[in-house]
């Protein structure tokens, strides 16, 4: 087992144990039989309401049947038509329209009442009155039977409504129908029937219909009013915002510390819809049983698994133990420790790898304490060398002061910018510098070469504003724009410009020098710019292009040394049209 590797033992181990495939197992099955019967509660759930909703649509119908068949009577008919606003019809006929009426509640119990309202506000019923001398055509409930125009509404239960009845039903014991009888000639309203459908109905088709141990189901009205609910319910009243704009659907929501599942399904006929609500924690027991069968299975894997991973690991961490303890001791600072042992297997690797580092941290710090001497020299031979810089400044200051003071302004001009020339290419041995202090150190540089050249050399410079706070590698323009001065002006006839230009394009520093001096053959440009792409590893043929483009090839090796081959220069030149230098920084907003 020792001389194994680390690799086999742990597949080793897996294979024995199998810890999380069995958990994996187990959980997947788990899930997936959990999934599967609430598939099924909800399918069953749904045909539960689906047959309550036929219950309920039935006895609906049957309303809407019997407004019909009240509306095709002739005594109806007649008292429809009278124009007066007496309570009814004569004597005789008014008997006979009740025994009419009395039929159907006689046939249909689950009819609390019937009433029948003409235009004029007269009624007449066979159980209901009107509470006071009020007119009934002002009811909200026969005003939304004329807007219904001959179509059933039912309206719920009955709120405040001037109509009560003998047997004194209470109004969240009824539930009314209404439906406005039409003229069938002008479609004029002629009246209003108003049926109270008894309530225990409608209970006695939901109430049956249980959900797990204390689900149940619960009818409300388009409204979201409750047309039936249980006396102890999850929750009084359901928002009628939750349920969707489709007619069926299930959804969870948190009531009371509570998760409860819904499943509704809304009718079309009555427009009412009925709600299943249950618990989210009532599991059935199918899927407890087999959640129970699983865990004991995971269980007994895992205790073997334990025993199993337990003895493996021992093999394993009693080496990787006494290697940590030499590694202990090394940093305590007994560098001279090393490991003995003859394993074969990565531990035995790692030692001898640890005894390899131990001497190579000795040979290390010899070389430390070597640099550092040779460090604190060049330190003392570097502040020795600084005091010549501040010399030849000085120098410079004075000559400066003295050509002013002959009145010789063009040689101080000259001196003043040499001055800051060598100041700037100095930097105090910064390689990054902001780039006002490039374009300062070029404008010297310029004014230099345009005391020498006079009127032949002509220069403009475009800066944009917005690249005045950057950083850039120190004497990036300075060779590009000599090469331009001696190699495009100088060789031409009459007076030449030069351009400078800088801006930022695509998140980088594009920089350009234009001149219009004598620019060069196609020949030359492909050598020169071979050589720019392998600037890094310049040789000496080809003198011409060496000489052309010497400082051009300084440039774009300290700019790919400095940021990569993503960064560097091109040119673009024709021969007699001049030629222009690009060079392609990245943007540097901190030093």
């Known amino acids: 087992m020792n001389n194994l590797p680390i690799r086999y033992k742990l597949i080793s181990l897996l294979l024995v144990i199998s810890i999380l495939p069995s958990m994996g197992l187990g959980f997947l099955t788990g899930w997936t039989v959990e999934r599967i019967i609430e598939r099924q509660v909800t399918q069953n759930t749904f045909q539960l309401i689906g047959q309550v909703n036929k219950t309920l649509e039935f006895y609906a119908s049957n309303m809407q049947n019997i407004s019909y068949l009240i509306s095709f009577n002739p005594e109806i008919k007649r008292f429809l038509e009278e124009n007066d606003e007496r309570q009814g019809p004569e004597i005789n006929n008014k008997y006979s329209t009740l025994q009419f009426l009395q039929g159907f509640t006689t ?152 998760e409860l599942q819904f499943i509704y399904q809304n009718s079309s006929f009555t427009n009412w819809t009925t709600v299943g609500v249950f618990s989210s924690d009532e599991s059935a027991l199918e899927v407890k049983e087999v959640h129970f069968y699983v865990i004991s299975f995971v269980f007994f894997v895992c205790l073997f698994g334990i025993g199993a991973s337990y003895y493996l690991s021992y093999s394993m961490a009693r080496p990787i133990g006494q290697l940590m303890s030499f590694m202990q001791t090394a940093e305590a600072g007994n560098l001279m420790i090393r490991y003995e042992g003859d394993r074969q297997d990565e531990i035995g690797l790692l030692g001898r790898s640890f005894n390899n580092m131990l001497t190579q941290i000795n040979k290390l710090i010899v070389l430390t304490e070597l640099q550092e001497r040779q460090k604190r020299e060049a330190e003392l031979r570097s502040l020795q060398a600084h ?88 004497l990036v323009l300075q060779p590009i724009v000599e090469n331009a001065i001696y190699h495009g002006i100088k060789e031409r006839r009459g007076p030449g410009h030069i351009l400078i230009e800088a801006k930022e394009d695509n998140e980088q520093l594009m920089i350009r020098v234009t001149d219009d001096g ?43 040394l400095t940021f990569g081959d993503a960064y560097g220069l091109s040119i673009d030149s024709e021969k007699g049209e001049g030629t222009t230098v690009t060079a392609i920084l990245p943007i540097i907003r901190e030093k």
């Open 518 to 560: 004598s620019g060069m053959p196609n020949e030359i440009l492909y050598a020169l710019r071979k050589r720019l792409a392998t600037a890094l590893n310049m040789d000496e043929e080809n003198r011409e292009i060496k000489n052309l483009g010497y400082g051009m090839m300084n440039v774009q090796a300290r700019i790919k």
């Open 107 to 258: 046939l249909y119990p689950e009819i609390a009442g019937i009433l029948v309202v003409n235009k004029n506000g007269a009624y007449i019923s066979n159980e209901m009155y009107a509470r006071s001398s009020k007119s009934l055509t002002e009811e909200s409930w026969y005003q939304e039977a004329i807007r219904n125009a001959g179509i059933s509404k039912f309206i719920g239960h009955p709120v405040n409504r001037n109509v009560t009845s003998h047997a004194n039903y209470k109004d969240n014991e009824v539930v009314s129908v209404v439906r406005a009888i039409l003229d069938p000639d002008t479609q004029q309203v002629q009246g209003v029937v108003l049926i109270d459908l008894k309530l225990r109905v409608i209970a006695e088709a939901t109430k049956d219909a249980r959900l797990g141990k204390s689900g149940y189901l619960t009818v409300i009205d388009e409204n979201g009013k409750n047309i039936y609910s249980p006396t102890q319910p999850f929750i009084d009243k359901i928002p009628i915002q939750w349920l969707r704009e489709a007619a069926s659907g299930t959804f969870s929501k948190e009531v009371n510390g509570n």
């Open 387 to 474: 005091i010549k810089p501040h010399f030849l400044y000085n120098t410079l200051d004075t000559i400066n002061w003295m050509a002013r003071k002959k009145g010789a302004e063009d040689i101080a001009e000259v001196v003043e910018s040499l001055s800051r020339l060598f100041r700037i290419g100095l930097s105090k041995g910064n390689d990054i510098i902001p780039f006002m202090e490039e374009i300062e150190h070029i404008c010297s540089y310029l004014k230099i070469q345009k005391a020498r050249y006079k009127d032949k050399l002509n220069y403009t410079l475009a800066i944009a504003p917005d690249i005045q706070d950057i950083f850039v590698l120190k």
